[in-house]
């Protein structure tokens, strides 16, 4: 009787080893042990240690973290892509400008297609009275002859004219040779928008002033009042070296002559310069203007600019332009 149980169970480890080794060649010593258990005795199952368990839950808690990752980043991936496609810039013709919306970039702005107005300034660095920097030529912009160019090119805007106004420094660090870099521009942009026929190059006058007298009797050549404000009065300088110096002259003459009929005493006589040329020969309607001078103040010159609008875009759409 003993005998058998003996072969009895002999022959159950020896079925048990045989299953254990097809079932895995890679089982430990306490997993084989626990498995030859659970195979020959169901009702004493042992419960695999609480480590074990934990091992097995962190690693597939990690592989499915893994899976979460990849899915988020290609979501990423497609928001990434898909934003950019749809901000991507369209690439305008060079006969269709692109509006920059109020905004200057690489320092021109653009009001609207087609402008037919450049303003630049030869002399960006001309300031006015009230600049902190105090000589009246610096990169001062808000206090400056370009702030009145970026107030002027508004105006005009009001009235349906289409301007580019760029505030590029000419004078700045080096003063010689602004002119020479300001013809640059305007052939840059002239050759950008073909749409111009107008180019204004805004300045203000300045004069050697050595006493408060000198001072106070200039700031009252330079000032009017209009409709109970004081605005800085405006003018024409026109280069007698230019080749349509007389074509140029004359314009200059009509267009003050206009102006002091609708607003009397806002203009000062127009300027010839025997030994300027000032570019004016890249334009037929070249307009070199000096809003002020440098004992105005900013607040000052920016009233002017509403007439000065008026005034040209009155006159032009006279001419038919």
Partial sequence: MIS?????????????????IKTSYALEDEKL???????????????????EENKEKEEKNKKESKEDKKSSKKEDEFV????????????????KVAVT??????NV????????????HTHGGETYANSPAGNYHSDDKANSTLEVGATLTKELSKRGRSVVHNTTYHDLP???????????????????????????DLHRDGRK????????????????NINGENVAKFMFVVGKKSENYEQNLKLAQEITAFAESKYPGITRPVVPKDNGRYNQFKSNKPLLIEVGGQMNTIEEAKASTKYIAE???????????
């Fill in 101 to 106: 919306n109020g905004k200057y970039v690489d």
């Fill in 80 to 95: 990434k892509m898909y934003v950019g496609e749809e901000n991507l810039p369209t690439e305008e013709s060079s006969n």
């Fill in 174 to 200: 080096e003063f010689v040779g602004a002119y020479g870099r300001s013809l640059k521009t305007i052939e840059t942009m002239q050759a950008k928008y073909s749409s111009i026929d107008m180019i204004i």
């Fill in 109 to 120: 702005l653009v009001t609207k297609e087609q402008p037919n107005i450049l303003i630049y």
């Fill in 33 to 51: 042990l626990n498995f030859l258990i659970n195979t020959s005795y169901p009702e004493t199952k042992l419960e695999q240690p609480k480590d």
């Fill in 4 to 20: 058998k149980k003996i072969i009895s169970i002999g022959l159950i480890t020896s079925v048990v080893f045989t299953v254990c």
């Fill in 209 to 224: 002033l050595d006493s408060k007298e000198a001072e106070k009797n200039f700031k009252d050549t330079c000032t009017a």
């Fill in 311 to 321: 005034v040209l875009d009155e006159f032009f759409k006279q001419k038919g332009a």
